[in-house]
């Protein structure tokens, strides 16, 4: 199985952005996803969760921000991002959790103030 991230650009302030992650392979409708991201100097973190259920968890941080949802349909996991901050600035990466842990590819999201 793999993970292909995009999405990610350059956005103002107060912007929108949606992340997509594609996943190949079987397993997807199965695994647990999620978001993380990793900001120049820092740890990564996690951003958000959605289950095989379709249950959610957020980062304090994006609560009423980001919204996490996936197409089992498509294999794919999406990240909708508004009302960007300059704090938000990061690499950001899915996982896939399924028996194993499956990362995929950054994409870097840049938010200018």
């Known amino acids: 199985v793999q993970l292909q991230a995009s999405g990610g650009g350059l956005v103002q302030a107060g912007g929108s952005l949606r992340l997509s992650c594609v996943a190949s392979?079987?397993?997807?409708?199965?695994?647990?996803m999620s978001w993380y991201r990793q900001a120049p100097g820092k740890q990564r973190e996690l951003v958000a969760t959605?289950?095989?259920?379709?249950?959610?968890i957020y980062a304090d941080a994006v609560k009423g921000r980001f919204t996490i949802s996936r197409d089992n349909a498509k294999n794919t996991m999406y990240l909708q991002m508004n009302m960007l901050k300059p704090e938000d600035t990061a690499v950001y990466y899915c996982?896939?959790?399924?028996?194993?842990?499956?990362w995929g590819q950054g994409t870097l999201v840049t938010v200018s103030s």
């Open positions: 996982k896939a959790t399924y028996m194993r842990v499956i």
């Open positions: 392979g079987s397993i997807f409708v199965v695994s647990d």
């Open positions: 959605i289950t095989s259920r379709s249950s959610t």
